[in-house]
């Protein structure tokens, strides 16, 4: 994890070089808004040890300097279990969401291929209950805002229409839930 900060603190004295130099080029060299949404299959594993896919949702905007913002949010699913060992029952659910604002620097390495960092404000948000038999009940709720991380490499199909992969991690994360780290593959389309 330290190599990714590492990375990342270097791509924002890259992306800030790069607006400084954009800046001061002045009228020549505009700054082109491209926004873009798209959908993520998204890897959890949480606390209890299962695993699966999630929808993530994003959107953002890209920069004709490589630099943009993106926004994005992942409802993790409702997780529910029950469990009879004869007079004693069991009941348990969990449920939570990670979404992200972050700044993005996007780096051309073929014509079609190109690869991303991103940097910024993470939020993650889990809710557990459980009871049991004769009444007792359980319920813990935990958030946390931290440092947001992602890298990325996507693949132009069209000028508008991209595939990608990505890993991120959302800081600050509730104890109980999704882990912070996340796989993803996806689709972006632009405007």
């Known amino acids: ?51 699966g896919f999630v929808p993530k949702l994003f959107g953002g905007v890209d920069f004709a300097n490589n630099v943009g913002i993106e926004a994005g949010y992942v409802a993790l699913d409702t997780y529910h279990t029950h469990s009879d060992f004869g007079d004693y029952n069991y009941d348990a659910t969990e449920k939570g969401y990670n979404a992200y604002v972050a700044g993005k620097y996007t780096w051309a390495l073929s014509p079609r291929i190109a690869a991303y960092a991103k940097l910024g404000l993470g939020r993650s948000e889990r809710e557990f209950d459980s009871s049991y038999t004769g009444g007792n009940t359980y319920r813990s709720k935990g958030s946390g805002n931290g440092l947001y991380e992602g890298i990325g490499l996507q693949y132009k199909l069209t000028e508008n229409v991209a595939l990608k992969a990505e890993y991120e991690h959302y800081g600050g994360g509730a104890a109980s839930g999704a882990k912070p780290g996340m796989w993803s593959l996806g689709v972006k389309v632009g405007f």
Do not use: C, F
């Open 1 to 51: 994890m330290k190599a990714l900060h590492a990375a990342l603190i270097a791509l924002a004295a890259t992306a800030a070089g790069a607006v400084q130099a954009q800046t001061q080029a002045g009228p020549e060299a505009p700054w082109t808004p491209h926004p873009y949404v798209g959908i993520d299959a998204t890897h959890t594993s949480d606390a209890m040890v299962r695993h």
